[in-house]
């Protein structure tokens, strides 16, 4: 199933990424096999996720979280997968 994820960094800064397998995903990042941006940034926790049906859905929904700003993206994390439907915030 793609998902969109964005991670925090030991140093504070958040990272969006999308992928099929996010168990997968977040393996690779933990080993420092993953993003070269995570792989010196270590460790990283998983703060937020959603599922799409189609990878080029969540891949179109990073790309839209890049854009934004931080104060954006941190009141998507504290909100919650559950808390409103995240394309209320576009």
């Known amino acids: 199933m793609p998902y969109m994820y964005m991670l ?3 140093d504070g800064t958040l990272y969006t ?9 977040m393996d690779q990042h933990d080993s420092g096999l993953g993003a070269k941006y995570t792989s010196r940034r270590r460790p990283l926790t998983l703060v937020y996720f959603e599922y799409f049906d189609r990878i080029d ?6 790309r839209q979280i890049h854009g934004w700003v931080r104060w ?4 998507l994390i504290a909100e919650g997968p559950g808390g409103r439907d995240p394309w209320d915030l576009v």
């Open 8 to 10: 925090r960094c030991s």
């Open 17 to 25: 990424g999308s992928t099929w397998d996010l168990s997968h995903r």
């Open 57 to 62: 859905e969540a891949y179109y929904r990073e």
């Open 72 to 75: 954006k993206k941190d009141r």
